[in-house]
């Protein structure tokens, strides 16, 4: 499926809130926090120009969030970082004193932080960050996982030390859950998704995956003409074409939002103009895109900044996860998981299509950013996916 934004007007400007949340400044306190992360490192920005040569394009690049914070997940960006934003707004609150990231290892702001418990769903990916976020700090974590969610990825939530409490059925309804027993606990709700009322703390978590955009917009020779994006409820797409939107002025590229056919709520958002809950079908092995509301926060951004929605199937997901595998002539090879390669996968079908190539003007002038938004979260899976050991790669 494809539909380009009839709801865009490229005269419109973002939100005020949005515009206050995904701009250079806000992009600037996400750079203050990981300057004290230990761990972390500018990941890298990969050319491909045998695949480029091969789609047509004269560049793909792909920005590998699979090495992001030992996390191997983009969402590294977003809970922990909100973590310590909330930690330190509490304890300011309570010690009187202004508290920046680096005063969260004080003890007397640490004793604030073990009061304080952080709950949310998660397909695994936003819940270890905020399991890992919790832990830094010293704050307590609760971790609602739905059916779909596999033990590799339970157990890679639990080794931070957080409580992991299954609830059947989907995503959607496991965070209904966590919001609701939170609300009976006086915990704090962490979401990547954001709901009438509870808006603040979603566009926190966007905010922290502004680092991708600013650092792939440092790393390249040239600005992108154009940038394929996957989505679940919408956080990394909105963020990136946001601060795109912000920073930019008048070279915007354009912007494409590419999600799994069997849970694309953002596609569905843009047919109806606002968000709307799809239909649950069959599970798509794209697990970490399993979405089917999208976030309204989210779709505030990508109405105003996004050119066009497209899917794609499962044959495409697993096709792209072995073509990064198993590269052509000098391309690297990158570990991607079922969801990491989507965007990628977005664009080869793009490509291979003659009306998509002119609706989208996709040439041999064409410079095109994707990201790489996970790698082998669940390393069996992707074996067994993939035919090889993540580490053979």
């Known amino acids: 499926m494809f539909l380009t934004n009839t709801h865009r007007d490229y005269g419109e400007p973002l939100d005020t809130r949005d515009a206050d949340l995904l701009g250079s400044e806000g992009a600037a306190r996400v750079q203050a926090y990981l300057a004290r992360r230990d761990n972390h490192r500018v990941t890298p920005l990969n050319a491909l120009p045998e695949m480029a040569n091969k789609l047509g394009v004269a560049a793909v690049h792909v920005k590998d969030e ?73 704050a307590r974590a609760v971790i609602f996982i739905h059916a779909g969610v596999s033990h590799a990825r339970a157990d890679a939530i639990a080794k931070f030390g957080a409580e992991i409490r299954r609830f059947p059925g989907t995503y959607d309804d496991s965070v209904a859950e966590a919001a609701r027993v939170a609300d009976a606990n006086g915990w704090t709700v962490l979401s990547d998704t954001s709901w009438e009322g509870y808006e603040r703390i979603p566009g926190l978590v966007m905010q922290g995956y502004t680092a991708i955009a600013r650092e792939a917009l440092a790393q390249m020779d040239r600005l992108p003409t154009h940038v394929f994006i996957q989505a679940g409820v919408g956080g990394i797409a909105a963020a990136l074409a946001g601060h795109f939107s912000l920073t930019l002025d008048n070279s915007l590229p354009k912007f494409i939002v590419v999600e799994p056919d069997r849970a694309a709520c953002i596609f569905a958002a843009a047919l109806a103009g606002h968000p709307v809950k799809t239909a649950h079908g069959e599970p798509t092995i794209m697990a970490m895109l399993e979405c089917y509301v999208a976030s309204p926060v989210a779709w505030r951004v990508l109405c105003r900044a996004a050119d066009a929605f497209m899917t794609v199937d499962e044959d495409d997901a697993l096709s792209i996860m072995r073509r990064l595998a198993n ?67």
């Open 327 to 393: 590269p052509d002539g000098s391309d690297p090879a990158i570990v991607a998981g079922e969801s990491g390669g989507v965007g990628l996968a977005g664009l080869v079908k793009a490509a291979s299509d003659v009306e998509l190539r002119a609706a989208l003007g996709l040439d041999e002038r064409s410079s095109v950013l994707v990201v790489n938004t996970e790698g082998a979260t669940d390393p069996a899976l992707y074996e067994r996916l993939v035919g090889k050991k993540p580490e053979d790669v």
């Open 66 to 138: 699979g090495q992001r914070l030992g996390l191997g997940s983009f969402k590294a960006l977003g809970g922990a970082y909100v973590v310590s934003l909330l930690v330190a707004e509490e304890a300011g609150h309570r010690l009187g004193r202004t508290i920046r990231f680096e005063n969260l290892t004080e003890t007397d702001v640490r004793a604030v932080a073990a009061t304080m418990t952080f709950a949310c769903a998660t397909d695994g990916n936003h819940g270890r960050s905020v399991a890992q976020g919790a832990e830094i700090a010293g």
